[in-house]
Structure formats: C-alpha cells, structure tokens
Nanobody
Framework: QVQLVESGGGLVQPGGSLRLSCAASGNIFSINVMGWYRQAPGKQRELVAT???????NYEDSVKGRFTISRDNAKNTVSLQMNSLKPEDTAVYYC?????????????????WGQGTQVSVSS
C-alpha cells in the first residue's frame, strides 16, 4: 500500500511564505516524478511544479520565480517552498507521485495522489 502524506498548508497574508512537504511510503521500487498540483474553488486541478528523480524541474508560469520545488530521493519526499504568495494562489494543493512498484509479477508504474492541503492567502 502506497501513501502520500502532505503537510504545511495554512493561512498566510499576501507576500508571505509557506512550505509544503509530502512523504511517500510503501513498497516503492522507485519514484520517477514528484509534483504539486492545485485546485481552486470552481476551477480544474492544475499543475504547479514537478521534479524528476534527476532533479529537472518544471513550473507553471504564474509561480516561476516565487515557488521552488525540491525532493529528497533517499527519503521519498518532495517539498514546495512558496514565497511572495498572492490571493490567487489560494487553493487545495495536492502532492502527486509517478512511481514504480515491485510486485511478485513484476514492476508496474502508477500515479498516486495525496489527500490535499489547504493554502489560503488573505489579509
């Protein structure tokens, strides 16, 4: 059984900072890509940032220069440092991992999601 557990959400004033963390656990062979997505009320879930096992990153345009994604491959964790937060960053943030499981029948790749953590930016 694989679990992604997020932490670090909360309420912050505009211009403030938050750090989100996500830890993956279970019978994981490898994690290919880890990332953060967000979903604001009435909107579709959108990509925020991703990072590969080799450290290559990808950011949604509106967060470039403000958010930084990082991961610890040894601990199966990914973090998102969010600076200069804006009210439009308010959303539920979800951790995602594309990972490979080692099963008796061989290896298979799956996409897993965390339960989500609320980030609210308001004065």
């Amino acid at each position: 059984q694989v679990q992604l557990v997020e932490s670090g959400g909360g309420l912050v004033q505009p211009g403030g900072s938050l750090r989100l963390s996500c830890a993956a656990s279970g019978n994981i062979f490898s994690i290919n890509v880890m990332g953060w997505y967000r979903q604001a009320p009435g909107k579709q879930r959108e990509l925020v940032a991703t990072i590969t096992s080799g450290g290559s990153t990808n950011y949604e345009d509106s967060v470039k220069g403000r958010f930084t994604i990082s991961r610890d491959n040894a601990k199966n964790t990914v973090s998102l440092q969010m600076n200069s937060l804006k009210p439009e960053d308010t959303a539920v943030y979800y951790c995602n991992a594309i990972l490979t499981l080692q099963r008796l029948t061989g290896r298979s790749t799956y996409s897993y999601w965390g339960q989500g953590t609320q980030v609210s930016v308001s004065s």
